[in-house]
């Protein structure tokens, strides 16, 4: 089992920063890829960005590259989602997942956090 809780979320405004906190319960996460994910009111939840626990790798949705960054403290188990720029078409709920298959597909995941309200404001 793995636990997950996000926190970090709030409103900012447009061309504002963010940093959302992901915290997971489980050791070891070597085998895990712990993906962000979002889900605006009345939209399909949608891939954000993946990191490897292994060795790092990470992966971006287009529609965030090069704005958000997604990074991982081995010590503190915990992974982060650094997001500038922030523009109002990010606002949604965002949530963090564990899963050993990983992806772009939230079905690939195994566990969930219970999410943290992004806003942002034109």
């Known amino acids: 089992q793995v636990q997950l809780v996000e926190s970090g979320g709030g409103l900012v405004q447009a061309g504002g920063s963010l940093r959302l906190v992901c915290v997971a319960s489980?050791?070891?996460?070597?085998?895990?890829?712990l993906g962000w994910f979002r889900q605006a009111p009345g939209k399909e939840r949608e891939f954000v960005a993946f990191?490897?626990?292994?060795?790092?790798?990470?992966y971006y949705a287009d529609s965030v590259k090069a704005r958000f960054t997604i990074s991982r403290d081995n010590a503190k188990n915990t992974v982060y989602l650094q997001m500038n720029t922030l523009k109002p078409e990010d606002t949604a709920v965002y949530y963090c997942a564990a899963g050993r298959l990983g992806g772009t597909t939230a079905a690939r995941y195994d566990y969930w956090g219970q999410g943290t309200q992004v806003t942002v404001s034109s």
């Open positions: 990191i490897s626990w292994r060795d790092g790798h990470t």
């Open positions: 489980a050791r070891p996460l070597s085998t895990y890829l």
